[in-house]
């Protein structure tokens, strides 16, 4: 497994912005599909967005419009962006990556209030 370092969440109130981040450590980033996930307590995990490799990237329908997730491969690091956030965006995220098998991160708790 490769190791995996989020931050950045945190509490804010609805309609506020939060910028996740997650390091990953030893090489061949740039060759990983990444990117995050989230689960709710009592619910499934769920994907919020993915990047891979060549750059495209792909969005839950719940987040698309809201959420940019980013990469630099030189910093071997993901990035989400939130926007316009909702209580029910309340969840811990958890950074993903995949280069011949899944890591993930410890998870980082994001609360928006209402």
């Known amino acids: 497994q490769v190791q995996l370092v989020e931050s950045g969440g945190g509490l804010v109130q609805a309609g506020g912005s939060l910028r996740l981040s997650c390091a990953a450590a030893?090489?061949?980033?740039?060759?990983?599909?990444v990117g995050w996930y989230r689960q709710a307590p009592g619910k499934q995990r769920e994907l919020v967005a993915i990047?891979?490799?060549?750059?495209?990237?792909n969005y839950a329908n719940s987040v698309k419009g809201r959420f940019t997730v980013s990469r630099d491969n030189a910093k071997n690091t993901v990035y989400l962006q939130m926007t316009s956030l909702k209580p029910e965006d309340t969840a811990v995220y958890l950074c993903?990556?995949?280069?011949?098998?899944?890591?993930w991160g410890q998870g980082t708790q994001v609360s928006v209030s209402s």
């Open positions: 993903y990556l995949h280069r011949y098998f899944d890591s």
């Open positions: 030893g090489s061949g980033f740039g060759a990983s599909t």
């Open positions: 990047n891979y490799s060549g750059g495209v990237a």
